[in-house]
């Protein structure tokens, strides 16, 4: 059976993680854990963009290798995965043989095929960039700040035939729904497509640019960036081996929008259609995390140390945050008194203090074992029916990478939780020694503890950590599939409990 397979974007080997880099993560984690739980096999990749210039001038300014000053980069990139609870199958870095191999049967292929070719080169160029520049991209006349110095160059390289693929990407884009999600993100990259795509240069003169690969077919010259990086999807999948049915094609590519048009929806679908390989079946582009309107990332130093806020809070509060926060496509503004909010808010006095004084209850009243429920009443009845409307649109949303709001639905089945606890108030019935209200008692904190159950699978694919010390709680070992455990039913009666636990202590 063909795995689930998604991939992120493989992070730029030229400065630290931030919260960019750590939301992508955290997204594609969720959409794994939710696959796995929902009983499917998945295979999930990130990893390392490693070549190019910037990356060379980086270690030269530090009197070093390339490669040592990736393999720091690599390091911090893989603790910033640990501690976020990244539960990647595979961690691909483009310096690898494996991926080098790949690269060059790919470009030999399309080399001998005619969809390579060399030619000459003259025009601007800019180093901060890495990119050839043409007039349309000077603003009133001027190059814009972004380029940094831009300087006429000549040279001869290697170009690729983006423009004899032109119509049929056109048409793939517009006949293939969901391929690029969201749906609004499609019609930018028609817009794109409108105006002939240039060929694409993929090679620099070995003598200028050492940190590539080199071209299979001219040593003199060596590939970096694009064509070396999306290269990277079918490396990690495995091609040339027979784990490569497995995988190809990829599910979803995660990536954010910066790099939506032109490198995944235009570069890549037209190098894997000329490599008569299978295309993707979606390519989610996630918006931007802001501070003060504008993109975090390493050149405004505007940065959030996403380990810093996981060191301080928990990577479990971290994660719920960002998936909580951003609806998928937007970008988002990230504020510590955004964060602080939902921390207190869903996280403390919702989900935190129903887990902290319901234990406590049943350890009080019932010597820590789950009761039974003894009636089913309406209070009973509604709460079912909310969690079976709760459960299949977190689901629904879950499903469609709206994650932001799945989990409104499962705060507002805890909160609906937290409702019923008041309206059955057990604390009021405790004191109480006829044989109705003891009953009524039994039956309050065995559908509070059965409502924690099925709203902490939910919570599973984004605070695994929580969803386990829940689960200790409740005396339930943690989900590894879902399949049956998220229908109501007295799962727990007489099971012992764990200790009660303060989930998200208030500084
Ligand atoms: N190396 C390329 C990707 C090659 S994929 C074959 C690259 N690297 S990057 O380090 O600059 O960015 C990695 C990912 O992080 C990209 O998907 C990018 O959109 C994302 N983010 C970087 N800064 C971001 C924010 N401020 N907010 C959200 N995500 C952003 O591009």
Redesign the pocket.
């Known amino acids: 059976m063909k795995n689930f397979y998604l991939t992120t ?4 080997a030229n400065g630290s993680p ?4 750590a ?2 993560k955290i997204l594609a984690d969720v959409i794994a854990r939710t696959k796995r739980l929902s009983g499917t096999k998945t295979k999930f990749v990130t990893g390392l ?1 490693e070549h190019g210039q910037k990356v060379q001038q980086g270690a030269e300014a530090e009197g070093i290798a390339p490669l040592t000053r990736c393999d720091r980069i690599a390091e911090e990139f893989k603790e910033m995965l640990q501690k976020l609870g990244i539960s990647h199958d595979d961690y691909i870095r483009t310096t690898e043989d494996r991926h080098k191999r790949v690269v060059c049967e790919l470009l030999q292929n399309l080399y001998d095929a005619g969809d390579i070719y060399q030619d000459d080169y003259e025009g601007f160029y800019s180093t901060r960039a890495e990119q050839f520049l043409q007039e349309k991209d000077k603003v009133d006349g001027e190059w814009p700040e972004i380029f940094g110095e831009v300087t006429r160059i000549r040279e001869k390289n290697y170009f690729f035939k983006l423009s004899k693929y032109q119509e049929w990407l056109i048409e793939h884009i517009q006949n293939t729904e969901g391929f690029i999600l969201p749906e609004f993100r499609k019609s930018q990259v028609l817009e794109f497509l409108k105006e002939p795509l240039n060929d694409l240069c993929i090679s620099r003169p070995a003598e200028r640019l050492s940190w590539g690969i080199p071209l299979p077919f001219d040593p003199e010259y060596v590939t970096y960036v694009w064509f070396d ?2 290269v ?1 999807y079918v490396t990690a999948a495995g091609y040339g081996t027979d784990e490569f049915e497995e995988n190809w094609p990829a599910d979803v590519h995660v ?5 939506l048009a032109p490198p995944h929806a235009v570069y890549w679908p037209i190098m894997l259609q000329a490599s008569n390989l299978a295309l993707p079946r979606q390519i989610l582009a ?5 501070t003060s309107g504008a ?3 390493k050149s405004t130093g505007e940065t959030v140390s996403p380990l810093a806020l996981a060191d301080q809070y928990g990577a479990d509060a971290f994660r719920f945050f960002v998936m909580r926060e951003m609806t998928v496509g937007q970008d988002a503004e990230f504020s510590l008194e955004r964060f602080s909010s939902r921390y207190k808010g869903e996280l403390g006095n919702d989900l935190g203090n129903l887990v902290s004084r319901l234990i406590h209850m049943c350890h009080q009243y019932f010597d820590g074992i789950a009761p039974e429920q003894e009636l089913q009443e309406d209070l009973e009845k509604n709460l079912q029916t909310r969690w079976n409307e709760a459960c299949s649109k977190t689901l629904e949303h879950f499903n469609s990478f709206q994650f932001q709001l799945g989990l409104e639905e499962t705060v507002g089945f805890v909160r609906a939780i937290n409702k019923y606890a008041d309206e059955r108030a057990p604390w009021k019935l405790a004191k109480s020694d006829t044989a109705q209200d003891q009953k009524a008692l039994a039956t309050s904190l065995a559908t509070m503890l059965e409502g924690l159950r099925l709203a902490n699978e939910l919570l599973a694919p984004v605070m695994p950590g929580t969803h386990a010390k829940i689960c200790q709680c409740l005396g339930q070992e943690p989900a590894e599939i879902w399949s049956g455990r998220l229908d109501w039913g007295e799962r727990l009666a007489r099971v012992e409990l764990g200790q009660k636990m303060i989930l998200f202590p208030r500084d």
Do not use: F, P, R, V
Not at 9 to 12: E, N, Q, S
Not at 18 to 21: A, F, P
Not at 286 to 290: D, E, F, R, S, V
């Open positions: 974007a493989i992070d730029y931030h919260l960019g880099h939301y992508e963009d990086a999306l990277n990536i954010g929008k910066d790099i996630h918006g931007w995390w802001t993109k975090m990332s």
